[in-house]
């Protein structure tokens, strides 16, 4: 079975444009997550989605950062207008109901200039 | 306020030896603790999940230790191999399901 998918695995673009990461959740998980990395902050809770709704968003950063989770088998995490200090590694995980381990995605890099 | 410690930041050791590492935490009220491994370029994988009644937790070479009491957690690797080089992060979540993360310890096994 797949895991957690994300794309793009890299983005590099320049401060002020729009940025959207997209991720595929695990086939029958009902949670997902986005997180970010940094070597400064570690990891941080953006916002996670139970059965596609918001349930908790305290952790984004800012009116720039938006998520959405249209259907159960994809979400978006977007960026307007990028800046520099948003360079990250961007995590998509999910989870099955009940106590169950997160499976993350590999990750998008993030660059802005 | 809610936060999670861990212990030591860094350790290098020797392949074949035994590890622990340490995690503390203030986080209440407890719902459950987890320890994820994160390899350099990947995501964090899943070692153990422990509820508050749980004390140990075994996953093949780790093993996970929880005392409620103290608020402490250990992770202990035995016979450490040169893939158990990464990061090792603490998670303690509460019942209004926030997630409260450790710094990690990054852990180097040389051969």
């Known amino acids: 079975d797949a895991g957690v998918i994300q794309s793009p695995r890299h983005e590099v673009t320049e401060m002020g444009q729009e940025v959207t990461l997209r991720c595929k959740p695990i086939?029958?998980?009902?949670?997902l997550f986005w997180y970010r990395q940094t070597m400064m902050r570690g990891l941080e809770l953006l916002i996670y989605f139970n059965n596609n709704v918001p349930i908790d968003d305290s952790g984004m950063p800012e009116d720039r950062f938006s998520a959405k989770m249209p259907n159960a088998s994809f979400s978006t995490l977007k960026i307007q207008p990028s800046e520099p200090r948003d360079s990250a590694v961007y995590f998509c995980?999910?989870?099955?109901?009940?106590?169950?381990?997160?499976?993350f995605g590999d990750g998008t890099r993030l660059s802005i200039l | 306020k809610n936060q999670v410690e861990q212990s030591p930041q860094s350790l290098i050791i020797l392949e074949g030896k035994n590890c622990t590492l340490q995690?503390?935490?203030?986080?209440?009220?407890?719902?459950?603790l987890r320890w994820y491994k994160q390899d350099t370029g990947r995501g964090p994988v899943s070692l153990t999940i422990?509820?508050?009644?749980?004390n140990t937790k075994s996953n093949g070479r780790y093993t996970a230790t929880l005392d409620a009491d103290t608020k402490q957690s250990s992770l202990h690797i035995t016979a450490s191999q040169l893939s158990d080089s990464a990061s090792y992060i603490c998670v303690v979540l509460n019942y209004g399901q926030n997630f409260v993360f450790g710094p990690g310890t990054r852990l180097s096994v040389l051969p």
């Open positions: 995690c503390n935490y203030t986080v209440s009220p407890f719902s459950n």
């Open positions: 086939s029958g998980h009902n949670s």
């Open positions: 995980a999910s989870s099955a109901p009940g106590i169950r381990p997160q499976h």
């Open positions: 422990m509820t508050f009644s749980e």
